[in-house]
């Protein structure tokens, strides 16, 4: 029985893990570090810059009704489950198309009364078109999630890394625009491949007024918190963009992208985390096992990702990123602590999201915000990268006390109520 149990969840973890490979590390060890070559430490910084500022959004919409799904989709069955995934996906259009219209009037509106760099607003143009298809996609995916048919969304996802790659030939051809509209287009096939898949293209999902009710308070609160969380992982390269130089924002870039990369099986195990809680009524029904389980996968990757950052990390630049990778290395070194600070914000989140009151997520997000937005206001523009390094420290360490106080809370109350 151990051994068939540990032979499922290896399964689990292994194509959620492949997942992350083409979503996560296709972009992040080729896209990126190439591109970054082709165009420049100014040029980088620039699509880092813009993709910044459309990423405080993000998958934000549809994350917030993928955490409504998976919270119900267990109440439902056949047509209903189909139902369930339709009227979120109805939802989801809609808003992105108002969050669209909206953000094309500011761009004109910025482009127009202030001197912006034209190169900001012809990035920022298919960047904030990207959001449409990747959070549709996003979406289209949670079923397969709750219903651990992984094999199937690593299919997709490698489809989705590897239409990215047309990021590449595009900067060569048109520099940071080039690269932005590919990242879009990339998207968009993808999306419309999924669409015709999954025989929505042509015709409007099922929608039931009841499951949008159902569906409305939870979207809300997390998408709230969401874009609360996406912002406080981007306010540095922004803030250091407008303050500074896109240099600055490229040299950043490099050392955060090498934590990252080291804290991607953080986010995998998260991820596959929440899966496997989709399936769980309440929290008594999570076996003892399972905890220590993820307890004991938390700090063996803590452990790894630390000796990786230590050892390998500048000769990891050194290969990533040549042309700025000594300014990069120097970063590194100081942000490395992040890492369990991270873990704990990464393995408290499926637990309390799927336990916890929904009011916890934008609560803990809104606290994550300002406890890394205030510092990197205050040092950011006197001090440049080394207040950005300075606000890391401080922003993670404060937020990985909040989340953990939260989950502490969780536990008691899901004992409390389940009593």
Same mark, same amino acid.
């Given at each position: ?147 651990? &048919?992984?094999?199937? @969304?690593?299919?997709? /996802?490698?489809? !989705? $890394?590897?239409?990215? *790659? %047309?990021?590449?030939? #595009? ?112 929290? &008594?029904?999570?076996? @003892?096992?399972?905890? /220590?389980?993820? !307890? $004991?996968?938390?700090? *063996? %990757?803590?452990?790894? #990702? ?114």
């Amino acid at each position: 029985m151990m051994l068939a149990y540990f032979k499922r969840y290896f399964g689990y973890t292994f194509w959620v893990a492949l997942e992350i490979v083409f979503i996560m590390g296709l972009p992040r060890l080729v896209i990126f570090p190439v591109t970054a070559y082709l165009l420049g430490k100014e040029q980088f910084g620039l699509f880092i810059f813009s993709f910044g500022i459309v990423m405080m959004l993000g998958n934000a919409l549809s994350g917030g009704l993928v955490t409504g799904v998976i919270r119900n989709i267990a109440k439902f069955d056949g047509p209903a489950r189909d139902c369930l995934v339709g009227t979120s996906v109805r939802l989801c259009r809609i808003a992105m198309r108002v969050i669209i219209c909206i953000g094309m009037v500011a761009l004109a509106i910025v482009g127009y009364f202030w001197h912006t760099d034209p190169k900001i607003i012809w990035c920022l143009i298919p960047l904030l078109l990207f959001l449409y298809p990747w959070n549709l996609f996003d979406l289209q995916m949670a079923r397969y999630r709750v219903e651990r &048919r992984f094999a199937l @969304r690593t299919a997709w /996802y490698g489809l !989705l $890394g590897t239409l990215l *790659l %047309i990021a590449i030939p #595009a900067a060569i051809w048109g520099g940071a625009v080039g690269m932005a509209w590919a990242y879009m287009l990339g998207c968009v096939i993808t999306q419309i491949i999924l669409s015709w898949k999954q025989k929505i293209l042509f015709k409007k999902p099922a929608y039931d007024v009841n499951i949008a009710a159902l569906l409305k308070p939870i979207w809300v609160h997390m998408s709230i918190a969401s874009v609360l969380a996406f912002s406080s992982r981007y306010i540095y390269q922004i803030i250091l963009g407008i303050s500074h130089s896109f240099s600055s924002v490229a040299i950043l870039f490099a050392a955060t992208n090498i934590i990252n990369l080291c804290m991607a099986p953080m986010a995998i195990l998260s991820l596959l985390l929440l899966s496997m809680l989709g399936g769980f009524e309440h929290l &008594r029904d999570v076996g @003892r096992r399972q905890k /220590y389980t993820v !307890l $004991g996968a938390t700090v *063996l %990757i803590v452990v790894g #990702a630390i000796l990786i950052v230590l050892w390998g990390g500048t000769f990891i630049l050194s290969v990533m990123f040549p042309k700025f990778s000594d300014e990069s290395a120097r970063i590194l070194r100081l942000i490395i602590m992040i890492i369990p600070c991270a873990a704990v914000v990464h393995f408290s989140r499926p637990f309390i999201v799927k336990f916890g009151p929904i009011k916890f997520i934008p609560v803990l997000n809104f606290i994550t915000l300002a406890v890394h937005l205030l510092p990197a206001i205050l040092l950011i523009p006197k001090l440049g990268i080394r207040g950005a390094v300075i606000s890391y420290n401080v922003g993670y360490g404060l937020s990985a006390i909040s989340w953990l106080g939260a989950l502490f809370w969780t536990f008691k109350f899901s004992c409390r109520s389940d009593a």
